[in-house]
């Protein structure tokens, strides 16, 4: 892993060797000139996949911070700045290290930037991970089709992994929830942004967390119709129930 600074740019890398530029690997530019982009997907800003298995083993999802909600209209991407480790991109990069190496199905992260401003008091930052390969988002495929009781047993799977480990998905949603395809009719299930997730002890906001996610299933329901139902979420429970590590 290596850490490099850059007048008032501050890098952290999954790398051996140190990058000539690093700077350039954040830049959509970069990727559009070099013909490297592969899409995109909007959310609060715009995520770019691009081309990048020959320098980084894994093809890259780049990744802006903005603001959301009414301060969003007022800042839309600075932060205070404090300590360098607790900064967005570096904190959600530490924790996806560490749930990477754990073996949970989290993207590898490959790198993280900040960018000081002048005063030094805030910051803009920027998140460069794994692209999931031949994947979806779960409510994309709930708009299709409906999944069999296996898939759901997979998702409390997923989740219960989750809480073992005292980690508290602050945005646990149907959307982060990411489903990948083989050649199969086996399909695998990811987590994604852990923006401002963090380890949290005990186990009583555990089952607030889950009920998050199932009111994000039930807004799904009434927004895009998306084939869910309680038998569903009974499955669900009842896996997460069962499945402790």
């Not at 501050?10 to 000139?33: C, D, G, K, R, V």
């Not at 999802?61 to 800042?75: F, P």
């Not at 299709?144 to 989740?159: M, N, T, V």
């Not at 005292?166 to 050649?183: G, M, P, Y």
Request: charged share 20%; hydrophobic share 35%.
């Amino acid at each position: 892993m290596l850490e490099l600074q850059q007048q008032n740019q501050y890098f952290i890398f999954n790398l051996e060797t140190q990058p000539a530029e690093p700077s350039l690997y954040f830049e959509p530019q970069f990727w559009q000139q070099q013909q490297r982009i592969l899409g995109s997907a909007k959310g609060r800003g715009i995520t770019w996949f691009v081309k990048s298995a020959d320098l980084f083993g894994v093809n890259g999802a780049l990744r802006h911070y903005y603001r959301g909600g009414l301060l969003g209209r007022l800042n839309k991407d600075r932060y205070w700045f404090s300590e360098l480790q607790h900064t967005r991109s570096f904190a959600e990069f530490h924790l996806l290290n560490k749930l990477h190496q754990e073996g949970l199905p989290v993207p590898k992260p490959i790198g993280a930037r900040i960018i000081k401003g002048k005063t030094g008091i805030c910051y803009q930052a920027d998140l460069l991970s794994e692209k999931i390969e031949n994947a979806q988002d779960l409510t994309v495929l709930l708009q299709r089709h409906s999944l069999p009781a296996e898939s759901w047993q997979q998702i409390g799977q997923l989740i219960r992994q989750l809480h073992d480990r005292q980690i508290c998905h602050t945005d646990l949603n149907a959307h982060n929830i990411l489903v990948q395809h083989f050649a199969t009719p086996e399909q695998k299930y990811w987590l994604l942004d852990f923006d401002k997730c963090t380890e949290k002890s005990g186990n009583s906001w555990k089952a607030k967390n889950l009920a998050r996610l199932h009111r994000s299933f039930n807004k799904e329901v009434n927004k895009r119709n998306i084939f869910f139902n309680e038998k569903n979420w009974h499955i669900v429970l009842q896996s997460y129930n069962e499945n402790k590590i």
